[in-house]
Structures are given as C-alpha cells and as structure tokens.
C-alpha cells in the first residue's frame, strides 16, 4: 500500500558533461560570501578545483575554503568548519567532493546561525533547525550516496565511536547539484565499487521491506538491473562514461525518497555497517557489502516471498518448480557473485574489524524496526560474527 | 547515452486518502483570490466540490469559478477562463479534475497577465510566457495524464481542427498537487481505462527512442510492468484501493521528464492520438490505444532491438531460441492482449472516425522526429488506414 506521503524534492540538478557552465548562473543566485567545502585534495589533481573556482574568480565572489574534509566526516571537523563559517557568514556553501563533503556541508548549513553544538543537538537530539539555514550547493565527484538531491547528512564521532544520519527536511537538501559522471572518473577503482554497492544496498533498505507490492518495488527493480549491468561495463573499463553515467544517476534515484514511498524501509545494513565504520573508519560501501550477506541471509525467512521476488526479477532466475526459499537463496548467491566479481569486500576482518571489537560494534549498532524482522542484541551479534 | 539535461520537478506532492488535508496549509501561502477551476460536474455528484469548498470557506478565500471544463479543453473555453480570470485576478489557480483542467488552468496561469491571444501564443507560435504566471494548484480526480506534475497543456481548437501541447517550464508547473486516489475510484470504467493506456503509452513514447541502453529504460520497464499488474486487477475490481493508488503514482512518474532523460522521445503516437481527437473529439487515451499498434507494427523494424528487450524485460517473454523480429512480434502481441483484456477501442472507426476523415486527419498530424522512423504523410496515411 502506498498510503499517505508528501513527495517534495525541489533540488535543481544539472547533469553531464557540460553540466559545470551551469555553475555561474548558479552563483548569480546567491550573494557575495561562498564557503568552498572540499576534502583531500583531489581536486586540486584532477583540475575540478581550478575549473570551480576559476567561476567563482569569474563572478567576483569572496570565498574562504574549508578543505580536508575526511571519508567519514567527523563532529570535530564539524566544530572546525561551523567555526569558520560563523566568522565568514556565507551566502552559499559551495560542496565539492563526495557523499562526505555533501553530508558535511550540509551540517555545516544547519549549524551557522544557531549557537548549539551540532553534534549534540543533530545527531545525539535529532532535533530539527530552528535557526536560519544557509544555502548549499553541491558539484559531486563520486557517486553512491544520493547527498546531492536529499536532506541525509551522516556524522562520525569518534570520541563516542558513533556515526549516526539525520535525514533533514527539504529545506536542507542542495538548492542545485552538477553531476558530471567525468568528475568520478579519476577515483579509484575501489572507491568505485563501493559507491556501485553503497547505490545497490539504499535500493535493498528499501525494497525489502513492506508486504506490498507497490509502484516502489517495480522502480527499485528496474534501478538495480540497470545498476547491476552497468557496474559490469564500469568494472571492466572505469572509463566507459556511459556506465558511469548511469551509475552517477542510479545513485541520485536510489535515495531521493522515491523508491521509499510506501516502505517502512529497513536501514539495518546501514545501522551495522555505520557501526563498523565507526571502529574502522573503512569506506562505507565496503562495511555495507561486508556486512550485507549474513544479514540478508539471516532475515531471508520473514520475508521469503520478497526475497523469491528479487531472485526472478532482478536476477532473471526462472521460477520454474522452485519453491520460494530455493529461488530466495539462488538469488541472495547472484547476488553474492555480482558482488565478488565487481570486487567487493566481503567480510569486516578485511576491513580491521577483530573479534574482540564485536561487542562494542555490536552496542554501537542502532536498532531499526522497518524490516522483516526487529533484530534483538544477539542475533547483531551474530550477523556480525557471520561477517567476520 | 544519457547526455546532457537538467531535471527540476518543484511540484510538492500530497499523495493519499488523507491528502486533502494539506490544502489548508497550502491555501496559507497565496493570497486571497482563488480561481476554482473544474469540470462538467462529477464533482458535485461525488462530494469532493463540498469538501473543497468547505476549506476554502474555512481559510476565507475569495473564490470565483471556472467551470464546465471540457474533457479536451477547447480555445475558445480557454478565452473564456482567461476574461474571468483578467477580471478577477486570482493569487491562486486551484484546478480539481483530470489532466484536462490541469492543463487548462496552466494556459490560463500564463495568459492572465499578458494581452496576446493564448491558442496563437502558445499553441501556434510556441512562444514561452513573457508575463507574470498565476501560480497553480491541482487536486486530481483522475489518474493518466501526468500533468499534476509537469508544464504541459494541450489545447483544442474545432475551428482550425487542431489539438496542440506545449510544454511550459518549470515555473508553470503546479505549485502542489494532491492526490487522493479515492477521488478516481467514481470514474467511469471506460476513463479509467482510457487513463491507464495513456499512462502506458506515456512511457512507451519515451522508452522507443534512442539507441541507448540507460537508466531511463530500466526505469520505464519498472513502471509498465507495476502499471500492468495494476491494471489487472483494477478492471477485476475498480474499487481495489492499492491498485488505483499504483496506477496514480504511476501516472505522475510517467510524464514527469525523469524518463525522458537521455531518450529522444518519439510522441508520434500521441500526434496521430491528437489529430484523431481534434476530429472525433474522443477520449484521450482511447485515440492513442486505437492508433498504437498500427504504428508500433510499423515503426518496429527501424527499432527491432528495443521491441525485442521490450518482450523479454516488460513482458516476460522467453528469449530462448527466437529471433529479434520474433521476439519483437511476441512483444506486441502480448500489449494486444493485454489492451484487449482490459477493455481498450483497438480501431479509431469506434471512435466515431471514417474513411473520409482520414485525408483531413493526416494533415492534422504533426510529424515529429525523435523515434525510430521520421514518418512521410503517406506513411501517415496507412498507419491511420490501418487503424480503422
């Protein structure tokens, strides 16, 4: 049943390869301060920071730069970029970079003009922004987490060890994004497969999940087809742009809110694998894809008939005399295969998690209820020892 | 190849039984003159006109009225609207009906305010509003055209025998829409139906274009087969709410660009769909299932491939051992079916069309050029021919 919702997502997204000349009429939206938020560096390398703020020259505009921003942007980062922006008093948060940058600006934005500490009052109170928020504008270099057309925004504290998402509402998400699948063509290949599985996994929060079989389902089958053969030309050849491109849309249409209306959705992968990554500090699709299979094939009996559904649909397997478990566990091993052959991490060893830190990830998991099955402490416990 | 494009839906969407609800709190943000714009009646019949009204007596709106809105809005009708409208300057367009008195209240939102004729503005120069826009809100009663959440309006002129759609920008799409898909169940039977095939032929339009394999086509295929399982069991039972709530999310998600992206777009079945009404003055989606198949027939070698794909991903039709062509037959042999069983007029004779319309509503056909075949009139003509 798709029962009561609002669908609103106002961002303005500029896409392809020319999608940057959009940037000037962009700015002429906004006044004179611009907050250029980066990471690394990257860009510097690529030449997507001379191309930015060459516009950002052409329009005059006055802009102080918050750069580093890490993979798993932290809530002291946080404090240091609010800082900076409470002295510049920006017109526009300029976003350059990944899901992190994006997620972070977007904190940053809600943070300005209000005297709390971020992280307590967004991500410990999941309280809602009663202060004036300022604009944020994205240009995305890596697809995966669909932070350019949403309110998402996830933050690592490490002094806690927890990374925790508030999902603002739409007057938070990006005013505009550019996607330029060429912009995510210099990422690693690993950085890659780990946005095709951080896309393929917010498909499967929501897909599985609700007793219906509504209009989200049929979308989310065709986004995950249409994922799952792209990724196999991207991993062969990263620089097939055509991949890349679908791939770079898929990951927007993957977590606008779309596919969600009518699931309760489960979020549970996301739940583990946040945690992981607040011990680890590993890249978040891999945490996904590590933790993925145990918990697929642990909830696989309270939802067996959607988990038949996806093995015929998604998969292609013929359901010709198979009872629904056979066909569910035929498509959980395709699925286990498209992940192994695009070079997916498969377990959390791989990515530093010990035994000896289960229990803490474990604590560290929050407990969803939108899924086939309401999870208790020990059978986190025993996912997690499934996916050592 | 997805190419360049932006996408900027601003439409927010209140979709449900308890959507009306919203109405109020969106009256709050427009000013005191508001434009009620409705059909021949039904909604007196089936309450919804008392539900409205009560709202907006309840927000001490000034309202004048717009009524008797045909089922393909005519020019002279539109002169009508837009001299009430110049008198009463309305803060606010709230359309309650189909797709056409959305559309028609989206040309009367641009001509209000400008001293033109509207129907050779915009429906015969094309020309783009230069004027301020009333700002429009929708309450559907029927689910097919899409137009609750895009630009377009398409307007009949029985003078000139012309039935024309231009597609407005972002700016003069509705501001909100709501969506009760309780409000299409007192819909008779034959519109209904007629709203599921243009809802199908929608995709269709987009999906036959291009040579492209991308995320739109995995997309459509989504929602033609959510559509299909729909329509099944809506025409068992018109009264199975979660069939006719799919079939209105659909409807929207169908003409709403997203799967348009990428795509070239054909429209020549609503060209030839169009000309049939602007002669017969019959349904809308009954005019493009009575001249479909003829033009699929014919247009399908020039896409042999995508026909094929079409079969296998929206069908489920086995691949094993057949030919493209084969498959391609198998395809739409499946959609005859399909339309046949649920109650479609598969010849535009039924529609009141003869012999000798057939010169006349060639030459009202426009000819476009984004399909897989840029048809000649004679072309045209056996298409029509073979419609009868």
Same mark, same amino acid.
Not at 81 to 88: L, M, N, Q, Y
Not at 142 to 164: C, P, Q
């Given at each position: 049943? #798709? @029962?009561?919702? !609002?669908?609103?997502? %106002?961002?303005?997204?500029?896409?392809?390869?020319?999608?940057?000349?959009?940037?000037?009429?962009?700015?002429?939206?906004?006044?004179?301060?611009?907050?250029? /938020? $980066?990471? @690394?560096? =990257?860009?510097?390398?690529?030449?997507?920071?001379?191309?930015?703020?060459?516009?950002?020259?052409?329009?005059?505009? !006055?802009?102080?730069?918050?750069?580093?921003?890490?993979?798993?942007?932290?809530? !002291?980062?946080?404090?240091?970029?609010?800082?900076?922006?409470?002295?510049?008093? %920006?017109?526009?948060?300029?976003?350059?970079?990944?899901?992190? /940058?994006?997620? $972070?600006?977007?904190?940053?934005?809600? =943070? /300005?003009?209000?005297?709390?500490?971020?992280?307590?009052?967004?991500?410990?109170?999941?309280?809602?922004?009663?202060?004036?928020?300022?604009?944020?504008?994205?240009?995305?270099?890596?697809? @995966?987490?669909?932070?350019?057309?949403?309110?998402?925004?996830?933050?690592?504290?490490?002094?806690?060890? #927890?990374?925790?998402?508030?999902?603002?509402?739409?007057?938070?998400?990006?005013?505009?994004?550019?996607?330029?699948?060429?912009?995510?063509?210099?990422?690693?290949?690993?950085?890659?497969?780990?946005?095709?599985?951080?896309?393929?996994?917010?498909?499967?929060?929501?897909?599985?999940?609700?007793?219906?079989?509504?209009?989200?389902?049929?979308?989310?089958?065709? #986004?995950?087809?249409?994922?799952?053969?792209?990724?196999?030309?991207? /991993?062969?050849?990263?620089?097939?742009?055509?991949?890349?491109?679908?791939?770079?849309?898929?990951?927007?249409? +993957?977590?606008?809110?779309?596919?969600?209306?009518?699931?309760?959705?489960?979020?549970?992968?996301?739940?583990?694998?946040?945690?992981?990554?607040?011990?680890?500090?590993? !890249?978040?699709?891999?945490?996904?894809?590590?933790? =993925?299979?145990?918990?697929?094939? $642990?909830?696989?009996?309270?939802?067996?008939?959607?988990? +038949?559904?996806?093995?015929?649909?998604?998969?292609?397997?013929?359901?010709?005399?198979?009872?629904?478990?056979?066909?569910?566990?035929?498509?959980?091993?395709?699925?286990?295969?498209?992940?192994?052959?695009?070079?997916?991490?498969?377990?959390?060893?791989?990515?530093?998690?010990?035994?000896?830190?289960?229990?803490?990830? +474990?604590?560290?998991?929050?407990?969803?209820?939108?899924?086939?099955?309401?999870?208790?402490?020990?059978?986190?416990?025993?996912?997690?020892?499934?996916?050592?």
């Amino acid at each position: 049943m #798709l @029962g009561n919702f !609002t669908y609103h997502n %106002p961002t303005k997204l500029y896409f392809g390869e020319d999608s940057l000349k959009n940037l000037k009429d962009e700015l002429g939206n906004y006044g004179q301060n611009v907050l250029l /938020v $980066y990471g @690394g560096g =990257s860009i510097k390398k690529n030449g997507v920071y001379d191309e930015i703020t060459a516009v950002l020259r052409e329009c005059a505009k !006055t802009v102080t730069e918050v750069s580093g921003v890490m993979p798993n942007p932290t809530a !002291t980062k946080l404090l240091e970029g609010v800082k900076i922006a409470r002295e510049f008093k %920006p017109d526009l948060i300029l976003a350059v970079g990944g899901g992190s /940058v994006c997620d $972070y600006s977007k904190a940053v934005s809600v =943070s /300005v003009n209000c005297d709390d500490d971020p992280w307590e009052k967004y991500f410990m109170r999941f309280e809602e922004p009663d202060c004036e928020i300022v604009p944020v504008g994205c240009i995305l270099t890596m697809a @995966g987490t669909g932070s350019e057309m949403n309110g998402g925004s996830v933050i690592t504290n490490h002094d806690v060890k #927890l990374k925790i998402g508030h999902v603002f509402a739409d007057d938070v998400m990006p005013k505009f994004s550019i996607l330029n699948p060429r912009y995510t063509m210099t990422l690693p290949k690993y950085q890659m497969c780990a946005g095709i599985y951080d896309i393929m996994n917010h498909i499967c929060e929501q897909y599985f999940s609700g007793e219906d079989d509504n209009t989200s389902d049929y979308i989310s089958e065709g #986004l995950m087809k249409g994922l799952i053969h792209a990724s196999y030309i991207a /991993v062969k050849d990263p620089q097939d742009y055509e991949a890349r491109s679908n791939i770079m849309w898929t990951a927007t249409w +993957a977590l606008n809110t779309l596919v969600a209306k009518g699931k309760s959705t489960d979020w549970m992968v996301h739940m583990l694998g946040q945690a992981v990554g607040a011990y680890t500090d590993a !890249t978040h699709g891999m945490t996904l894809a590590a933790v =993925s299979l145990p918990y697929y094939r $642990y909830i696989m009996p309270y939802g067996i008939k959607k988990f +038949a559904r996806f093995a015929v649909n998604v998969w292609g397997i013929s359901p010709d005399g198979k009872s629904d478990e056979q066909l569910a566990n035929e498509g959980l091993d395709a699925m286990e295969s498209w992940m192994k052959e695009i070079g997916l991490v498969m377990n959390i060893s791989e990515l530093g998690a010990t035994e000896e830190m289960i229990e803490g990830i +474990a604590k560290a998991t929050i407990i969803l209820t939108g899924g086939y099955k309401v999870l208790e402490k020990d059978e986190v416990k025993k996912i997690l020892k499934d996916s050592l």
